[in-house]
């Protein structure tokens, strides 16, 4: 019988861990040169997290841009480097001059500046060169990297991604969000459905790369983070927001800037808006819901822009008591409905706006329906929403109650 081995033979198997989508990230990153930053729609919580990264990759010398060809409001222009956002392209683009259908024989390339005029010499070897041969075109824009932030999908960026398509499938891509509807479009997808705005998942992107986050990167994440928390009143706020938005404080956010700018600075025209949208509201007691509408021709006469929006929605969520559901649904455009939705927490505002084709987060969504007024889709809203609250209440039985002003609501108090 043969005697067991004094130690037994042991066999190693070597485990290869896959890098998370923030260390992707970094190393991406770290091996660009020229990156480009397209926020998505141009809000708080995008425009801050694309000023927080033109700051911090600044710091670790990378030529950065940042592009939006959306109108940037402004209620955002106190926010550092607000003005490097560019409104095109520009820089690092070829001017291709295309000779077509060439029937000489080119034998030498030469320019020379003539009265500050650039002159282009072909010579050919034979044949000659006529007017009807040259076109011209542009050149993609020479970026090793893309970074978008708070886009769900590359048609958030808006006009940018429609100029230039072919930009985003041909150089890499990091896509930065926390919304549950992200498409995961990018070559990186660094997406954090728990985060309760994109601002929050940089503080620990830049870390990760080492940037010493300052008091200007610090208010520009904190801009994003207070906007998308409603200043921490919405059922989104969680403990870690709390906690990351205490640390920017410490780093020397101006926090008191951010609540003036958002919340407490509004231009006449907005507050003249506001005064239209409150005196239609409606309340619909059973089915905990309440709406306010604006039509195209209020926001005309108001001499609004479709900015002037801003807040109005998280104004009404935190005013009123006992509705779990608060739509505002407006005609921005003719023929071009929009639906806001926020919700208290239980109820999930992502999936009802599911119902009209939108998307967004449990406590915030958005809807948009095409070709219809607003006489012709609110009773569409209202029928589907209702459904939803009645299933979910167990209120099937009992008939829809007419909706009633607000001002004739007894138990419908406004809070200040």
């Known amino acids: 019988m043969t005697p067991a081995p004094l130690f037994a033979k042991l066999t190693y198997h070597r485990i290869i861990m896959e890098p998370t989508p923030k260390q992707q990230a970094v190393s991406l990153i770290t091996r660009s040169q020229r990156i480009l930053v397209v926020p998505g729609r141009p809000d708080a919580d995008s425009i801050g997290s694309a000023l927080a990264l033109l700051l911090a990759l600044k710091k670790l010398n990378k030529e950065i841009g940042i592009v939006t060809l959306d109108p940037v409001h402004h209620q955002l222009r106190f926010l550092p480097e607000i003005d490097s956002i560019a409104t095109d392209l520009d820089g690092g683009r070829d001017f291709v001059i295309t000779l077509n259908n060439v029937a000489a024989e080119p034998d030498k390339l030469s320019y020379n500046f003539d009265n500050g005029q650039l002159q282009i010499i072909v010579t050919p070897k034979s044949g000659r060169y006529s007017a ?156 905990r819901l309440v709406w306010a509408t604006a039509t195209y021709t209020d926001i005309q006469a108001a001499q609004s822009t479709k900015e002037s929006f801003t807040g109005l929605i998280d104004e009404l969520m935190t005013s009123v008591p006992g509705a779990e559901i608060v739509m505002l649904i407006t005609e921005r455009e ?57 299933q979910r209440l167990g209120l099937a039985a009992i008939p829809t109650q007419p909706e009633k002003p607000a001002s004739q609501a007894q138990d419908f108090p406004i809070e200040a």
């Not at 003719?334 to 406590?363: D, L, M, Q, W, Y």
């Not at 809807?367 to 939803?388: C, F, Q, S, W």
């Open 132 to 287: 009807d041969q040259i076109s011209f075109s542009e050149g993609q824009p020479r970026y090793d990297l893309i970074i978008t932030v708070d886009a769900a999908d590359l048609t958030q960026t808006g006009a940018v991604y429609d100029a230039y398509p072919t930009l985003f499938r041909e150089i890499s891509l990091i896509n930065i969000d926390h919304h549950a509807t992200n498409s995961y479009f990018g070559t990186v997808n660094l997406v954090d459905l728990t985060a309760t705005s994109t601002g929050e998942i940089l503080v620990g992107l830049l870390e990760a790369m080492g940037v010493e986050i300052d008091a200007d990167i610090a208010t520009c994440l904190l801009t994003g983070i207070v906007s998308d928390t409603g200043s921490f009143q919405h059922s989104n706020t969680t403990p870690k927001s709390l906690t990351v938005a205490a640390q920017m404080v410490g780093f020397g956010a101006r926090q008191q800037d951010i609540i003036r700018q958002l919340f407490k600075t509004k231009e006449y025209s907005t507050l003249k808006l506001w005064g239209q949208v409150l005196s239609n509201l409606e309340y619909d007691e059973a089915h």
């Open 334 to 390: 003719p023929k071009v409905v929009s639906g806001s939705i926020r919700t208290t927490r239980g109820v999930n505002a992502a999936e009802i706006a599911e119902a009209f084709g939108g998307g967004g987060h449990p406590g915030a969504a958005g809807i948009k329906l095409l070709d219809m007024t607003l006489g012709e889709a609110l009773p569409l809203i209202l029928e589907k929403v209702r459904a939803y609250q009645s």
